[in-house]
């Protein structure tokens, strides 16, 4: 069975305090790990694709990586607006199957 | 620019009471799927469809049901609410071959509350 863990499930970060969050995963075959950014009252918003180790994305002040059992996000000088739940989700590399999501990281980062 | 378009938005139903959630999507994508998502619990896929007229079983499927009669649209059913359906529903699309960047388009969620 696919399952995904997101650690830790709540983090407080002061403005410019850099931190990682992490997502480690079980899949028979990886087809593609993403990250979604989750506002309060929004659906998910789409950040990185990794689909294989080694691999790593950068958008603004975060930057994903993928190993083959677990991928980290990675948040540089953090600030107020960065503040969501971050999602990480796992697809198989066996047919057509939906993404298997982890259950989040809440991030808050205080001015 | 809709992209996934759920209505209601908000919903109170009474224990027993049916409804349907509407999903729209105007991106021409293959593949549309029903999650919840509860605190603590993460998303979970309820349905989910391949294509017009074909649904599957997702994750936590009893006590809903979904049906895809156009390709743009994507009905979830509660045909006799319950109290542990109160949630935060959120259909999503994508296309038929996930190849690179997004992949999966979500809407805005529709709250429900049974009492």
Known sequence: EDQVTQSPEALRLQEGESSSLNCSYTVSGLRGLFWYRQDPGKGPEFLFTLYSAGEEKEKERLKATLTKKESFLHITAPKPEDSATYLCAVMRNSGNTPLVFGKGTRLSVIA | ?115
């Open chain 2, 1 to 115: 620019n809709a992209g996934v378009t759920q209505t209601p938005k908000f919903r109170v139903l009474k224990t027993g009471q049916s409804m349907t959630l509407l999903c729209a999507q105007d991106m021409n994508h293959e593949y549309m799927y029903w999650y919840r998502q509860d605190p603590g619990m993460g998303l979970r896929l309820i349905h989910y469809s391949v294509g017009e007229g074909t649904t599957a079983k997702g994750e936590v499927p009893d006590g809903y049901n979904v049906s895809r009669l156009k390709k743009q649209n994507f009905l979830l059913g509660l045909e006799s609410a319950a109290p542990s359906q109160t949630s935060v529903y959120f259909c999503a699309s994508s296309r038929q071959r996930i190849i690179s960047g997004n992949t999966i388009y979500f809407g805005e969620g529709s709250w429900l509350t049974v009492v």
